[in-house]
T-cell receptor, first 113, second 112 residues
Framework: EPEVTQTPSHQVTQMGQEVILRCVPI?????FYWYRQILGQKVEFLVS????????KSEIFDDQFSVERPDGSNFTLKIRSTKLEDSAMYFC???????????FGSGTQLSVL | AQSVTQPDIHITVSEGASLELRCNYS??????LFWYVQSPGQGLQLLLK??????LVQGIKGFEAEFKRSQSSFNLRKPSVHWSDAAEYFC??????????FGAGTTVTVRA
């Protein structure tokens, strides 16, 4: 089965630093998503992306967050100035236009110290 | 607002026994409903989904779920669990845009 790939699997950063989480969606997929799960809490929707622009974003996705598809294969989430409360597992997901199955990556565990 | 409640935080079941995981949702329109499974160190894998039609849906790994609109429920079942079914299970609700709301998850432990 095709896979969504996320790198790195773990990232540690200092508070106030910028961090970029990387994802390689499945090659023919056109809709992209970021979700996150703070330890002990629910998986939360952050943002969806289609046709090189944000389709929807949650209240969590404030000006500190941005997404980009810098080339034909990568999809990134940038946190401009990390806070302690940004520590979480971040999941990337993608789907085809017509396929109803949403594929998730294995996640990047971000720890902000 | 949409939300999902999974009342059981942790369930322990014997190998070969049946399993039922509960899910109740709140959604303003006809929901899209999903069950995902997460094994340690792995991503979220889709077990099954319901969009419309037959209210009993079959998924992978021998799982099925039944949509009951009157009870706002979408419970997951498996007739006979295997040790490899030990994992965390998430119910989610959303719409065509896949802006999903997840439940808190149910951890399933399988004892020999």
């Amino acid at each position: 089965e095709p896979e969504v790939t996320q790198t790195p699997s773990h990232q540690v950063t200092q508070m106030g630093q910028e961090v970029i989480l990387r994802c390689v969606p499945i090659s023919n997929h056109l809709y992209f998503y970021w979700y996150r799960q703070i330890l002990g809490q629910k998986v939360e929707f952050l943002v969806s992306f289609y046709n090189n622009e944000i389709s929807e974003k949650s209240e969590i996705f404030d000006d500190q967050f941005s997404v980009e598809r810098p080339d034909g294969s990568n999809f990134t989430l940038k946190i401009r100035s990390t806070k302690l409360e940004d520590s979480a597992m971040y999941f990337c997901a993608s789907r085809e236009v017509t396929n109803e199955k949403l594929f998730f990556g294995s996640g990047t565990q971000l720890s902000v110290l | 607002a949409q939300s999902v409640t999974q009342p059981d935080i942790h369930i322990t079941v014997s190998e070969g026994a049946s399993l039922e995981l509960r899910c109740n949702y709140s959604y303003g329109a006809t929901p899209y409903l999903f069950w995902y499974v997460q094994s340690p160190g792995q991503g979220l894998q889709l077990l099954l989904k319901y969009f419309s039609g037959d209210t009993l849906v079959q998924g992978i790994k021998g799982f099925e779920a039944e949509f009951k609109r009157s009870q706002s429920s979408f419970n997951l079942r498996k007739p006979s669990v295997h040790w490899s079914d030990a994992a965390e299970y998430f119910c989610a609700v959303g719409a065509w845009d896949y802006k999903l709301s997840f439940g808190a998850g149910t951890t399933v432990t399988v004892r020999a």
